[in-house]
């Protein structure tokens, strides 16, 4: 990347017929030199910073106008990449916007690269990465509970969080890196309170690694696959949860011939959730295509829904449905139909229905899909198994690449503390500290690569 390079995207979504504004975003240099070149304000309005002006974009070969807009500059440092920034705000749609575009490019800017505005944000000290990295996860976000921690990652929650323990380890390997050089000048180390104070940091390190979890399953969500023997009542629940009627129902098995897919937020889960064909054996060619695409999303799914009609009783069909569950899905044995079985419904033991549960199963849910009862405990328990439960105290939470150094700080803090174990020399304990440190250097951008910076902002969408 080139930071002298003045760069421009479209920073609004663009769709024909969608839309009614769209923004061309400027960075750079050249930023107010092609605005003007372009930007046609009549009267006496004046270009100052933070002002917004009123006029056309002008084709400056034809003095053709292609659109009526609005300008807003901001001039270095007060902007999002403390270069100078033009916008020009147009109609929304098509064709106008990819023509101001086209223009602002002739005029000599750069088409950016996905997340190139983030990364100069970044380089010019306006963002540390996890502030630009919660952007990102505030963009695409699917749930109100994803963008609330992504606005605690952008409003520094995170950076603190990881910086006051990088600082701790710092203070700790100033200390004992004196010692290796004078400790003949200096007063004896307590190594028993450098080992507690490493244990703290560690055992921080570790309950942010086990929340991430948490947090992944906020961002992107689950995709649950709903399966069952034909008629046992998977469309009706996938209507159910959806609160509309996403599958069409009827009392013939094998009506689902298709996978189908309904997306939906419960208790600030995304879920996909994936109503599929009967799986069972049949010679009609159309509902085995169905039923092989059912078979796809069994192995590709987070977590399975094992849905058996209890008015029926478990029987040998469901156990070999449960013999396809992948051994690394979370499960979800369900008895739908409890109104026609006469059976209480929620969260219930096994041993409490008899004969009609599957033998030696953990806790099941018995509901009916058809009046809705039971389903809160349904969603309540799947999302427990899923490790999504009891997201709601959740303030901040690491990305994949962030718990991935995270882990990688705690398990050079735990050689650490094995060197503090065996009474080692001060110089091995510093070792495995750096490695730490500079773990957590690396997520907050205080030591990392370029390589590593193109990888995190490339996937950015582009014009942010």
């Known amino acids: 990347m080139n930071s002298s390079d003045t760069i421009a995207a479209i920073a609004t979504a663009v769709a024909p017929g969608e839309g009614s504004v769209a923004i061309v975003r400027i960075s750079g240099p050249q930023a107010e030199a092609i605005g003007r070149s372009l930007f046609v304000a009549p009267g006496q309005q004046i ?161 942010l690694v086990a929340e991430a979890r948490q947090g992944e399953l906020l961002r992107q969500g689950l995709r649950v696959a709903i399966i069952g023997r034909p008629n046992v009542g998977k469309s009706s629940l996938l209507n159910r949860l959806s609160q509309r009627e996403r599958a069409i129902v009827t009392d013939l098995p094998g009506t689902t011939r298709d996978l189908l897919e309904s997306e939906l937020v419960l208790d600030g889960v995304p879920l996909t959730l994936l109503d599929t064909a009967g799986i069972r054996e049949t010679a009609d060619p159309l509902e085995q295509l169905g039923i092989e695409r ?56 096994p041993a409490g229905l008899g004969p009609v549960a599957p033998p030696g199963s953990q806790a099941l849910v018995c509901l009916s899909a058809l009046s809705g009862a039971g389903t809160d405990a349904l969603v309540q328990e799947l999302l427990r198994r899923c490790g999504a439960s009891g997201s709601e105290g959740l303030q901040v939470a690491l990305n994949v690449r962030q718990r991935d150094l995270a882990a990688a700080a705690a398990a050079s803090l735990e050689r650490a503390l094995e060197a503090a174990t065996q009474q080692l020399p001060w110089d091995f304990w510093t070792i495995d500290l750096r490695a730490a440190v500079r773990a957590l250097g690396e997520i907050t951008g205080e030591e990392v690569s370029e390589a590593v910076l193109d990888r995190v902002f490339s996937r950015f969408c582009i014009g942010k």
């Open 294 to 349: 059912s078979r796809q999303a069994l192995a590709a799914a987070d977590a399975v829904l094992l849905l058996f009609d209890l008015s029926a009783g478990w029987c040998a069909a469901d156990q070999a449905l449960l013999d396809q569950v992948p051994a690394g899905a979370a499960l979800l044995i369900a008895g739908n139909k409890a109104d026609a079985a006469a059976l209480p419904v929620g969260l219930i033991a």
């Open 47 to 207: 270009w100052d910073s933070h002002r917004v002006l009123y006029g056309h974009v002008v084709d400056p070969a034809t003095g053709e106008h292609i659109d009526e807009a609005l300008l807003l500059l901001m001039r270095a440092p007060r902007s999002f990449t403390r270069e100078t920034v033009v916008e020009l705000h147009g109609h929304g749609g098509l064709a106008c916007v990819q023509r101001v575009l086209a223009l602002v490019l002739a005029a000599g800017a750069r088409r950016a690269w996905p997340g190139e505005f983030s990364q100069r944000a970044f380089l010019n000290g306006r963002l540390d990465l996890t502030r630009a990295e919660a952007l990102a996860q505030l963009v695409s976000a699917r749930s109100q509970r994803a963008a609330q921690l992504a606005m605690a990652g952008l409003d520094g929650g995170l950076q603190q969080r990881l910086s006051g323990l990088r600082e701790r380890l710092l203070d700790q390997l100033a200390e004992l890196e004196a010692r290796v050089d004078f400790e003949e000048d200096l007063p004896p180390l307590d190594g028993a309170a450098v080992a507690r104070a490493l244990q703290v940091v560690r055992d921080e390190l570790a309950r």
